[in-house]
């Protein structure tokens, strides 16, 4: 049997549970059953060597039962075997039902009323995983390499009693690592997708050893003080993911606990070369779902910020209620982001820094005033003292505060022409299938404070 009959089989498998499922509910109710399912490997490694190697195989029901003005919520995991799952669930959603009784109303449940349908199928082979992690260790030889790679494929599945009927598929790998060196000095890769190709990890490492050989030079010690800076994609995405923090949703906006408030009220603009998306089309990864849990159809592109302005907010099922506005995403949180690249390729990146500070990853970031839009972190490993267009010395960690106003305002120079892909890591409850795809940033001053 192929593994496309297999996928099809199991899809089949779970619209005829949540139809029998269907079939059990009252005429004044409405259930939606939602399929999480993974099949994943796991790899970690350390000092270039496999420490534990695993695999997991995962499927989990979720059932939200609504009636009137109140819902419930509960989840099993799946066997495999539909007649027992079938029990489960179904003992499960008579618990829901009794639940239902002893609820408060909620003024702010909704779901589409709208019986759509669509199927999601993987274009790309699922990453050979031995393949991909001796290729890991071959391009590593000789360095202390700490790591994990995670790779398979994520399955979800929505139904309803109202005749949704969403299927999909996403095949992915994602892998996270660091080399360390003498005297407490490390240095921080990433790299995931969807196909595998050793040449992007093998290019990073070759740079890693040349960082590592940079690390060893004595540390420069900077004064607080604005500093010209060159910022990686990796520390452009630890600003990105702040902003992503009740930046972006409809409820933050219009209750104005939004760090962009400033924005949105016309007092502050950002640079008109600033772009974020949030695109589940064909322009991002594919990964997530173009559906959400309530069923509705999320557009393929949403511009969160539009050349330096505030753009369309995400607005989930609850917010779009509340608010009365149209459903767009599954929740306020941005999962696919991009941001427009500019003009200024990697090879010119020390050129144009001249001389200043070369970032390769920030840590600890958190918000020191959200009213102007000020991060405060820390640049700790991967950051290097830049003269006339050479890096001369690694920098002694430091903590910066800055408003990205300014960053991404009158004090951004330049965008990278090239952009970064980079998939979470998370794995609580799961993989997820989060990503951003980021250029780096050219900048005329970040504020260094002790």
């Known amino acids: 049997m192929s593994a496309q009959q297999i996928e099809e089989d199991a899809r089949d498998s779970f619209y005829t549970l949540a139809r029998r499922l269907n079939a059990e509910t009252r005429t004044d109710e409405t259930l939606f059953c939602e399929l999480n399912a993974e099949h994943s490997d796991f790899v970690r490694l350390n000092q270039n060597r496999i420490r534990q190697a695993g695999q997991v195989q995962h499927a989990r029901l979720n059932l939200?039962?609504?009636?009137?003005?109140?819902?419930?919520?509960?989840?099993?995991?799946?066997?495999?075997?539909?007649?027992?799952?079938?029990?489960?669930?179904?003992?499960?959603?008579?618990?829901?039902?009794?639940?239902?009784?002893?609820?408060?109303?909620?003024?702010?449940?909704?779901?589409?009323?709208?019986?759509?349908?669509?199927?999601?199928?993987?274009?790309?082979?699922?990453?050979?995983?031995?393949?991909?992690?001796?290729?890991?260790?071959?391009?590593?030889?000789?360095?202390?390499?700490?790591?994990?790679?995670?790779?398979?494929?994520?399955?979800?599945?929505?139904?309803?009693?109202?005749?949704?009927?969403?299927?999909?598929?996403?095949?992915?790998?994602?892998?996270?690592?660091?080399?360390?060196?003498?005297?407490d000095c490390a240095v921080k890769g990433s790299h995931g997708g969807v196909a595998w190709d050793v040449t992007p990890v093998r290019e990073r490492l070759e740079a890693m050893r040349a960082e590592l050989d940079i690390m060893t030079r004595p540390l420069k010690r900077l004064t607080p003080g604005r500093y010209r800076a060159w910022l990686a994609p990796m520390a452009v995405a630890e600003l990105i993911e702040m902003l992503a923090w009740d930046g972006f949703d409809l409820k933050s906006q219009r209750t104005r606990q939004t760090p962009l408030l400033r924005l949105l009220d016309g007092e502050e603009r950002l640079d008109s070369r600033v772009v974020l998306r949030e695109s589940h089309g064909a322009e991002g990864t594919g990964l997530l779902p173009a559906f959400t849990s309530e069923g509705f159809l999320r557009p393929d592109t949403l511009t969160l910020i539009d050349q330096g302005q505030a753009g369309t907010p995400l607005v989930d099922a609850r917010a779009g209620k509340e608010f009365n506005q149209p459903v767009n995403a599954a929740s306020g949180a941005p999962e696919s982001l991009i941001m427009a690249t500019g003009d200024l390729a990697a090879d010119q990146v020390l050129n144009r820094l001249g001389s200043g500070l070369f970032i390769g990853n920030l840590w600890y970031c958190n918000w020191s005033d959200p009213n102007y839009c000020r991060i405060t972190g820390m640049t700790r490993f991967g950051t290097y003292w830049v003269e006339n267009g050479m890096i001369v010395a690694p920098v002694a960690p430091m903590r910066f505060d800055d408003s990205l106003y300014g960053l991404l305002g009158e004090r951004l120079l330049a965008l990278g022409a090239d952009a970064s892909l980079m998939l979470s890591a998370q794995t609580y409850g799961g993989r997820s299938l989060e990503s951003a795809c980021l250029p780096g940033l050219l900048v005329d001053g970040l504020q260094l404070t002790l």
């Open 64 to 183: 939200t039962l609504i009636e009137d003005r109140r819902q419930a919520e509960a989840q099993c995991d799946l066997s495999g075997d539909l007649a027992r799952d079938f029990e489960q669930a179904r003992a499960l959603l008579r618990q829901l039902r009794l639940r239902l009784r002893h609820l408060p109303e909620d003024p702010y449940i909704q779901f589409s009323t709208e019986a759509t349908r669509s199927d999601h199928w993987p274009t790309v082979p699922l990453v050979a995983t031995g393949a991909a992690v001796t290729d890991i260790m071959t391009a590593a030889q000789g360095l202390d390499l700490v790591g994990i790679w995670a790779s398979g494929e994520l399955t979800t599945g929505l139904a309803s009693s109202v005749g949704h009927c969403h299927w999909h598929v996403s095949r992915s790998f994602h892998f996270d690592w660091s080399c360390h060196g003498g005297a």
